[in-house]
């Protein structure tokens, strides 16, 4: 996942570079699904995130070598567009549920 702050600066570079670095994601081998989403707001006032951009692999072999492939490399280059401290990367596994429904309550 990679996790942008508000841009505290111009919204219009911050849009433009967020989209080149999307364009060089979709070019990384080997990814099964990406979610991109945009922060609406938080119950608690100003939302720690804009943008958040989920990519999933298979498997952890499959999201290293992604990322060490030419286009992973370019993509991770093209972070450094942005201000330090200005986005978090982490890596998580997904557990998920398929089947049944939470119940509704009469």
Do not use: C, W
């Amino acid at each position: 996942m990679v996790l942008f702050k508000p841009p505290s600066g111009d919204i219009e570079q911050f849009e433009n570079a967020y989209n080149d670095f999307l364009a060089l994601i979709e070019r990384m081998p080997a990814i099964e699904r990406r979610q991109v989403v945009h922060v609406a707001g938080s119950p608690t006032g100003v939302a720690a995130y804009a943008r958040i951009l989920e990519i999933y692999f298979k498997t952890r072999p499959q999201l290293e070598l992604s990322l060490m492939s030419p286009p992973g490399q370019e993509a991770g280059k093209e972070l450094n567009r942005f201000a330090p401290g200005s986005f978090d990367v982490m890596f998580a596994e997904v557990y998920e549920e398929t089947g049944g429904s939470t119940g509704q309550q009469a």
